[in-house]
Nanobody, 124 residues
């Protein structure tokens, strides 16, 4: 059984930063590829980024490249999403997702395990 719990969301002004965390309850965290998705009101859930087994294996959606960074701490079984230079269009519920093994995938259907989500609201 794999359980994911996100935290760190909140209300911030445009230009601010937030760091989301996702703690994963699983025996072999190191074997999982971890992704972040987001869903804005009235929109489909969209891919944000994914990290492989090591922090140098990442892939990002174009609109967040250079602003968002995904990292992981395998000892803490935690993945992070550092979000800088936030924009109002980043407002969404952010979800952490997991899949065992590679490769890095961008479709939500490729991830069988999901957290409950954390709200990020960016005011202008």
């Amino acid at each position: 059984q794999v359980e994911l719990v996100e935290s760190g969301g909140g209300l911030v002004q445009a230009g601010a930063s937030l760091r989301l965390s996702c703690v994963v309850s699983v025996r072999t965290f190191g074997g999982y590829f971890m992704a972040w998705f987001r869903q804005a009101p009235g929109k489909e859930r969209e891919f944000v980024g994914v990290i492989g087994w090591t922090s140098d294996n990442t892939l990002y959606e174009d609109s967040v490249k250079g602003r968002f960074t995904i990292s992981r701490d395998n000892a803490k079984k935690t993945v992070y999403l550092q979000m800088n230079s936030l924009k109002p269009e980043d407002t969404a519920v952010y979800y952490c997702a997991a899949k065992f093994g590679g490769p890095a995938m961008t479709s939500r259907s490729d991830y069988p395990y999901w957290g409950q989500g954390t709200q990020v609201t960016v005011s202008s």
